[in-house]
């Protein structure tokens, strides 16, 4: 959905999910099916939770608990990415930012400038709402709990190797005991969501939950982070090189439900050949097949609208 906070941006994002909630009645869904909305909805649910209700509202849709030792899919102590879709620009901290960067540092055999980042002290950690009032109960809890301080990452050239050369990392923990950010004034956020559609759809069975990954890459991968980029990012017009493990600057979520794959209700005398099938489509593996870059539905365990085909 539509970024930032402006008036703007949260009056596009109503329309948008306005729109979402008109497409699905427009797809005329069996009320047995199980209906989810999932993305980034770039609505804070840390500082701004009376706008998820709003959202799921319109969507007819409720949010699962959140759970996990990740609490922000947007955070700066954890991700260099977060800041730089020009956020610190607008927040007022380009300058720290950009600082946090680390210093350039050169490696004569590849002939590339490599900056080695080093986060410093966060200005915004979730304490209060806009409203000011306290955050929800997973947001507030103590700083060093939910945010561990961040790893200096040191890129040096590595001489001890045979293959001398080769880029390697030091990672030196920051023990300053204060939760340290990459764009200081970025704030942490939660703006990822599974959304599952209430009735007259399937309501999961139990209690579903929602939980942030931090996902990152086990080897850094080398990109153009600064210089003449565009249209393309070329050797001659780069300043400098970034070793990066984050893969996006928000972090991904993962969803836990359970949904009746048969109408139990339905079964009769005991036989399961009276079960009607509420979720449409494979039933297992035998009838799921891969082809020109479809995947299709053709084996006796398949159905559609409840009635096997």
């Given at each position: 959905m539509q970024a930032w906070g402006t008036l703007e941006a949260i009056k596009n994002r109503k329309e948008q999910a306005a729109a979402m909630a008109d497409f699905v009645r427009a797809l005329d869904i069996p009320p047995g099916e199980p209906v989810l909305f999932a993305g980034d909805f770039n609505t804070d649910l840390v500082l701004r939770p009376e706008e998820v209700a709003s959202l799921a509202d319109t969507?007819?849709?409720h949010l699962p608990v959140l759970n996990g030792p990740v609490h922000f899919t947007s955070d700066p102590s954890r991700?260099?990415?977060?800041?730089?879709?020009?956020?610190?620009?607008?927040?007022?901290?380009?300058?720290?930012?950009?600082?946090?960067?680390?210093?350039?540092?050169?490696?004569?055999v590849t002939k590339k400038y490599f900056r080695s980042p080093t986060p410093s002290l966060c200005l915004n950690p979730p304490s209060f709402t806009d409203s000011h009032l306290p955050v929800l109960p997973y947001f507030s809890e103590p700083f060093p709990k939910i945010n561990p301080p961040p790893t200096k990452t040191n890129i040096h050239t590595n001489t001890s190797s045979k293959e001398n050369g080769l880029l390697t990392k030091d990672t030196?923990?920051?023990?300053?005991?204060?939760?340290?950010?990459?764009?200081?004034?970025?704030?942490?956020?939660?703006?990822d969501y599974i959304l599952y559609a209430g009735e007259p759809y399937q309501q999961p069975l139990g209690l579903p939950s929602l939980q942030a990954i931090d996902l990152k890459t086990s080897t850094p991968f080398i990109v153009p982070w600064d210089g003449t980029m565009q249209p393309i990012a070329h050797p001659?017009?780069?300043?400098?090189?970034?070793?990066?493990?984050?893969l996006s600057d928000h972090f991904p979520v993962v969803g836990r439900f359970v949904f009746s794959v048969?109408?139990?209700?339905?079964?009769?005398?005991?036989?399961?050949n009276a079960k009607h099938h509420v979720l449409d489509g494979c039933k297992n593996d035998d009838d799921c097949h891969f082809k020109w870059g479809y995947c299709y539905c053709t084996g006796s365990g398949c159905s559609v609208r409840g009635d096997f085909v």
């Open positions: 969507l007819q849709a991700n260099l990415l977060v800041g730089r879709d020009t956020a610190a620009d607008g927040l007022g901290c380009e300058s720290d930012y950009e600082r946090n960067w680390g210093k350039i540092s050169s490696l004569n030196e923990p920051i023990t300053n005991g204060l939760t340290s950010c990459y764009c200081p004034c970025c704030p942490f956020e939660w703006l001659f017009s780069v300043s400098h090189y970034m070793s990066l493990v984050d048969v109408d139990e209700d339905l079964v009769t005398n005991g036989s399961s």
